[in-house]
C-alpha cells in the first residue's frame, strides 16, 4: 500500500499542479509531463526561460521508450548500466512529449531516478514527471526538502520529505542522438563509468552554444556570496588576504586544511563523491555564515569532474 503522502502527490499531479520531488541527485519541482499548463507553472516558478527544456522522469526503461522515437544502441546500454541512477539521456521525441517539455527540441531528456520515493511515485503514478532541479533560475540546488521549503515554499503544492539526496549532485547528460555519444552535463555517473559501458569516449560538447542546456551556462548554480576557487596550497594565504579587507570569509575545504584564526571552514569529505553529497548544502550554508566564499576544488577523477564543473560554475573570476 503507497502512503497517504505519495497518494497526495499523485493527485497533485493530477490535478495540475506542483511537487517537490526527492531524488538521489538533487530534489525536483515536478509536474505532469503531459500537462502543459502544469509545465508552464513550472517555469512560472523557477523563473526559468521557457526555451530551456526539461527532464522527464520515469520509472522505467519500458516507460522511457513511450517518450521516445528509439533509445538507439548507446542509449539502451547506458540505460541498463545505470537507470535507476543519475543518467539522463537525450533522445529523439516521440509525439508524447510536447513543446513544452522539449522547449521546442525534437529531442526530449529522460530519466529512470534511483530514489526508493521518486520510483515509488513514478509507478504510481504511471505517466512522466518533468522536473528540473527545485531552485530559482541560476541559483544552488536543493539536496533536501527543507532547502525547497525555504526556497520556494508557498509555490509548491507538496514536497515529499525524502530525507538528504546521497549523490548530490545533478544527473550526467548524455546526448545519444549522435555518434560517438556527447557529454553535455557530467553529473552523478562518471564520464569514465560512461565510457567503460560504450567502449569509446566521449565527445565533450564544451560551449553553451552547442545546446540549450542551462546547466552549461557559464553562470550557475551561485551563491549570494562571491565564490572563488582556489589551490590547496593557496588557501591559507587568500582567507587572510581576503580577510584583510574586512570580509566574512568562509572556507570549503578537507579536514585539517589551515586557515587563519577568525576564518570560518566547512569540511569536505577527502573523496570524490563525498564532496559531491555535501557540496551544495555547504554552498547554502557558506551563503548563510559570510559574505565571501573560497573552495578548495577536488581531484577531477570520478564525480570529482562534476564538482569542479558546478564550483566553476558557482564562482566569480577576478
Ligand atoms: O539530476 C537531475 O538531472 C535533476 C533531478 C531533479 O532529476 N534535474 C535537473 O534538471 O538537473 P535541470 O532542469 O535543472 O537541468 C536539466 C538539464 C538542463 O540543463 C536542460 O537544458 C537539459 O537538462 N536538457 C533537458 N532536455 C534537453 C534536451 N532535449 N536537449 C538538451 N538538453 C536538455
Ligand atoms: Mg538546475
Redesign the pocket.
Known amino acids: 500500500m503507497a502512503s497517504p503522502e505519495l497518494i497526495a502527490a499523485v493527485d497533485v499531479l493530477r490535478a495540475g499542479g506542483l511537487i517537490g ?1 526527492p ?8 509536474a505532469d509531463a503531459s500537462n502543459d499548463l502544469a509545465v508552464r507553472r513550472i517555469f512560472a516558478v ?1 523563473g ?1 526561460p521557457s526555451t ?6 520515469v520509472a522505467s526503461v519500458e516507460h522511457a521508450r513511450q517518450w521516445a522515437l528509439e533509445l538507439t544502441e548507446a542509449g539502451e546500454k547506458l540505460a541498463r548500466a545505470f537507470w535507476p541512477g ?1 543518467l ?1 539521456l ?2 529523439k ?1 516521440s509525439e508524447r512529449a510536447s513543446d513544452a ?3 521546442g ?1 525534437d ?3 529522460l ?1 529512470v ?1 534511483a530514489h526508493p520515493l521518486a520510483l515509488e511515485l513514478l509507478q504510481l503514478f504511471g505517466g512522466g514527471v518533468a ?5 530559482r533560475f541560476g541559483k544552488v ?1 536543493p539536496t533536501s526538502a527543507a532547502h525547497v521549503r525555504s526556497e520556494l515554499g508557498e509555490e509548491v503544492d507538496l514536497i515529499l520529505e525524502g530525507g538528504s539526496s546521497t ?1 548530490g ?3 550526467t ?1 548524455i ?1 545519444v542522438t549522435h555518434s560517438p555519444a556527447r557529454l ?2 557530467p ?2 555517473v562518471s564520464r569514465e563509468q560512461i565510457e567503460a559501458v560504450l567502449g569509446q569516449p566521449l565527445v565533450l560538447a564544451t560551449h553553451a552554444t552547442d ?6 551556462l557559464e553562470s550557475h548554480y551561485a551563491p549570494r556570496a562571491g565564490l572563488w576557487l582556489v589551490s590547496a596550497a593557496e588557501v591559507f594565504e587568500e582567507a587572510a588576504r581576503r580577510q584583510a579587507t574586512g570580509a566574512r570569509v568562509v572556507v570549503i575545504a578537507p579536514e585539517g586544511t589551515a586557515l587563519p584564526e577568525g576564518v570560518a571552514s566547512l569540511i569536505v569529505p577527502p573523496d570524490e563523491a563525498g564532496f559531491a553529497r555535501v557540496l551544495y548544502a555547504h554552498l547554502r550554508a557558506a551563503d548563510a555564515l559570510g559574505d565571501l566564499i573560497l573552495a578548495v576544488p577536488p581531484a577531477e577523477s570520478g564525480l570529482g569532474f562534476a564538482v569542479r564543473d558546478r564550483l566553476q560554475r558557482a564562482s566569480k573570476r577576478d
Open positions: 520531488l531524488t538521489e541527485t538533487v530534489y525536483g519541482l515536478g523557477k526559468r530551456h527544456p526539461l527532464i522527464v522522469h543519475p539522463t537525450i533522445v521525441r517539455v522539449t522547449g527540441q529531442t526530449v531528456g530519466r531516478p522536473a528540473p532541479s527545485a531552485n540546488s549523490v549532485v545533478e544527473s547528460i546526448d553535455l552535463r553529473g552523478g545546446v540549450r542546456a542551462p546547466g552549461m
